[in-house]
């Protein structure tokens, strides 16, 4: 299986195009996350068979975010769905990621993923596996279809549950911050769960804005079961319909919120 | 920068159901004094004529039939 991309990484390996190539490996059954340095490897590598979220995937961007900052000006190839299509633009128009140190395999999503993450855009720029699925309207409509006071009590429901145990800062790819807001204690009160309602949860979308790509990792790491997901869509779409921004799609550039203003040119 | 800010703030506070006036910006500066009461004022009557935040689990359902939407869990 995957015979195309299979092939193709053991080209960028092995002609040394690429010093390693991040992708997923099935090892007794299990898929996790593996550099793979040589071709005799590749028979493992794996796209992430599963059809519904949470067995396919793994923030590979944001390890190749770290291997990148550890292996200065070399290259590396990475196995990308359309999140880590979008994440990878993303981050490097947030200077975190050279992108000519990358070298992208694509692949594009089976319909059932695509629904079962309720993808916006569920493939690549190009890609050598998968077909091309329509993507779904990317607002939480659901949502938005209930009234205030419902929304204030589900919400609050929700965000009861959170166990603070920041898997959801911690799997994103767009949540590189060296020190985190929600670590702060002028803003999250330290030893108390859940945390102060609705500010953690309220920080953390607000941080989002320009630079949540859609991925959906957070929510499914999330042990509460918060929909998290559908609170980043809101935001997308809050940054969308008042700049005609979507983070990690065609722009390479950061939001138009993160721009410092041209200094006026009499100073 | 912070007008946009504020205004992408009070947007998503309406989504999770929080009015959006219960956030103000305003520019005052320190030579502005009654001004500044005055700002004050307002706001802190608009907002006791919004009284506090209508919490009440009237509609809460945990794990509630919008999970649905989302068949991964
Ligand atoms: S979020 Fe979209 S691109 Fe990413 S795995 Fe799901 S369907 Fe594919
Ligand atoms: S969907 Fe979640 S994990 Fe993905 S970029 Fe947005 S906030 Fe981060
Ligand atoms: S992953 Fe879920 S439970 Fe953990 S901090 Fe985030 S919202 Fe709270």
């Known amino acids: 299986m995957y015979h195309a991309i299979k092939e193709r990484v053991t080209e960028l390996l092995s002609t040394g195009e690429v010093k390693g190539f991040l992708a997923l490996k099935k090892d007794n059954g299990h898929i996790k996350p593996h550099l793979y340095v040589s071709p005799d490897e590749i028979d493992q590598l794996s796209i992430g068979d599963g059809e519904t979220a949470g067995d396919a995937r793994y923030p590979l961007t944001k390890i190749l975010t770290m291997l990148l900052q550890n292996h200065s000006g070399e290259p590396f190839g990475i196995l990308a769905r359309g999140c880590d299509q979008r994440a990878l633009r993303a981050l490097a128009a947030w200077n975190q990621i050279s992108l000519e140190q990358v070298v992208v395999i694509g692949v594009a999503c089976s319909e059932e993923l695509a629904r079962a993450c309720n993808c916006g855009l569920p493939y690549p720029d190009e890609w050598l596996e998968g077909e091309q699925i329509e993507p779904k309207d990317p607002r939480p409509v659901e949502w938005e279809a209930k009234s205030p006071l419902q929304r204030l009590d589900l919400w609050r429901a929700e965000f009861e549950k959170c166990i603070k145990c920041y898997g959801c800062r911690n799997i994103c790819p767009m949540c590189f911050c060296k020190e985190c807001s929600l670590e702060s204690e002028d803003v999250v009160t330290k030893g108390e769960i859940p945390p102060d309602l609705p500010m953690f949860h309220l920080v953390r979308a607000l941080h989002m804005i320009g630079r949540c790509v859609d991925c959906g990792l957070c929510e499914e790491a999330c042990p509460a079961s918060i929909p998290l997901r559908a609170l980043y869509k809101k935001v997308n779409d809050i940054v969308e319909t008042r700049f005609q921004f979507r983070a990690g799609i065609e722009q390479t550039e950061q939001s138009p919120l993160h721009k410092i203003a041209e200094p006026p040119a009499a100073i | ?73």
Do not use: C, H
Not at chain 2, 2 to 14: F, G, H
């Open chain 2, 1 to 73: 920068m912070t007008a946009q800010r504020v205004a992408v703030l009070r947007d998503l506070l309406e989504f999770v159901g929080i009015e959006g006036e219960r956030l103000n910006l305003v520019w005052v500066s320190s030579a502005e004094g009654p001004r500044f009461a005055n700002e004050m004022t307002e706001f802190t009557e608009k907002i006791r004529s919004l009284g506090p935040l209508n919490w009440n689990y009237q509609w809460a359902v945990p794990d509630s039939e919008l999970r649905a939407a989302n068949p991964s869990k």
